[in-house]
């Protein structure tokens, strides 16, 4: 039997829309499917700023980081929009051990030094550090509301049929492996899907697909102001002591002075897509001024906004990027998946086109979840 698509995408995030664009300009017939508008920010994606950098003491992580870049670099060729604001990485901490990225960074040939903490408070003065700073400049911010609709833009001019308010109620696949997507408005066969449901990720493929323990957590985010304005923004900052937090320009969302945002990385409330109730917890706005207080003299100790965001998380933060039959999973990007967006959209492009996937690290069955019909 014929299909409507070749390729059909469940959810029009980061993930979504970067699958989209791969597949689409592989000359695929791709149909990308969203829930909610585009853009929402009822997911994990909203927002103006996310970190990139190379900075992991992984070197798959590194290696992966140096491909997208260069893959974020091609959108913005062929987007003709600016996407990357490059800032430089700062990571320091007991718990981060910046000696060990940096081994992982000179084995990979990615340019970084090693500064004594005095040093690195002189060259970025209103910073607090107690112990030696990786400092690497290949890092900064990437725009995800930006880069969402460039993805979404390219996958279009490239045919892609992209359909906002539209719920994907149910798939599932026939006896000769064809995938029928049941919608509100109507029903999709496609020859493949590929699920970047992000929160949802169980809702839809309970039942279809053996999944990993998969944990939403909902993150919660601050933007202060800065004592300075007119100065040049800080790199963007990985912190881990007491608390584990990171820390970068807010583009828009930080307003026309260009408050910093400021989070911990630490697991939030844990909550389901559907139940999470956007709150902010009193507790963590209060950690997180006193952090500001304590090792980001150069703010304004008071946020002038805040907001909350969903973390899909796998046991040891790896990715789950795999297919059984013909659905892939690409899901769980655990709070560091914005950098990649470019690359794992190749990998679900790969998997749903029937190449190789990705490190098999990212395996259901390296998650402990087996796929028996590989
Ligand atoms: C507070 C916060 C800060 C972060 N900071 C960073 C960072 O600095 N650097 C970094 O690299 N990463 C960061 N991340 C991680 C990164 O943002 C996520 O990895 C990424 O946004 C995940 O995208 P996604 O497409 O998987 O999920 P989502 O953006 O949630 O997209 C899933 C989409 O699927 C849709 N959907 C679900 N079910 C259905 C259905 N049945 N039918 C149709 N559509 C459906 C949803 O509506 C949604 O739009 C951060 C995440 C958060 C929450």
Redesign the pocket.
């Known amino acids: 039997m014929s299909a409507d698509v070749e390729i059909a995408v469940?959810?029009?995030?980061?993930?979504?829309?970067?699958t989209a664009w791969a597949a689409a300009r592989r000359g695929r017939t791709v149909a990308l499917?969203?829930?909610?508008r585009?853009g929402?920010d009822?997911?994990?994606?909203?927002?103006s700023?996310?970190?990139?950098?190379r900075a992991y003491a992984d070197p798959l992580y590194v290696t992966m980081t140096g491909q997208a870049m260069a893959l974020w670099r091609e959108l913005e060729q062929e987007s003709g929009r600016t996407l990357l604001r490059i800032t430089g990485g700062l990571d320091h901490g007991s718990r981060r051990r910046p000696d060990r990225i940096a081994a992982v960074l000179d084995a990979c040939g990615v340019p970084h030094e090693l500064l004594p903490a005095a040093e690195a408070g002189h060259r970025w003065p209103g910073l607090r550090f107690d112990g030696p700073v990786l400092h690497h400049p290949e890092a900064g911010?990437?725009d995800?509301a930006a880069a969402?609709d460039a993805f979404a833009a390219l996958a279009r001019r490239g045919g892609a049929d992209i359909r906002d308010g539209?719920?994907?109620?149910r798939i599932g696949v026939e006896a000769d492996d064809l995938v029928r997507l049941e919608?509100a408005t109507g029903t999709l066969t496609a020859r493949t899907v590929v699920?970047?449901?992000?929160?949802?990720?169980r809702?839809?493929l309970d039942g279809l697909v053996p999944l990993p323990e998969l944990t939403v957590t909902q993150?919660?985010?601050f933007h202060f102001p800065r004592r300075d304005p007119a100065t040049a923004p800080w790199p963007?900052i990985v912190h881990k002591d007491a608390l584990s937090t990171?820390s970068?320009p807010g583009g828009r969302d930080g307003g026309p002075d260009d408050g910093r945002k400021i989070?911990e990385?630490d697991a939030g409330p844990r909550t389901t897509?559907a139940g999470r109730d956007g709150r902010v917890d009193p507790a963590a706005r209060d950690r997180i001024t006193a952090y500001v207080r304590d090792w980001l003299p150069g703010l304004l100790p008071e946020p002038f906004n805040e907001?909350?965001?969903?973390?899909?998380s796998t046991a040891n933060e790896d990715f789950v990027l795999d297919r059984v039959g013909p659905v892939v999973v690409?899901?769980?990007?655990?709070?560091?998946?914005?950098?990649?967006?470019p690359l794992?959209g190749e990998y679900a492009a790969d998997l749903a086109t029937g190449r190789p996937g990705p490190d098999p690290r990212f395996s259901l069955a390296a998650h402990g979840a087996l796929s028996p019909h590989r």
Request: net charge positive; charged share 10%; proline share 3%.
């Open positions: 469940v959810g029009a995030g980061l993930m979504g829309t970067a499917l969203e829930q909610f585009l929402h009822r997911g994990s994606s909203h927002g700023a996310r970190i990139v950098r911010t990437v995800p969402m539209t719920p994907v109620r919608t699920v970047a449901a992000g929160a949802w990720t809702d839809l993150q919660q985010v963007v990171y970068l989070a990385h897509a907001t909350t965001c969903l973390y899909t690409c899901s769980s990007c655990s709070g560091h998946g914005a950098k990649f967006a794992i």
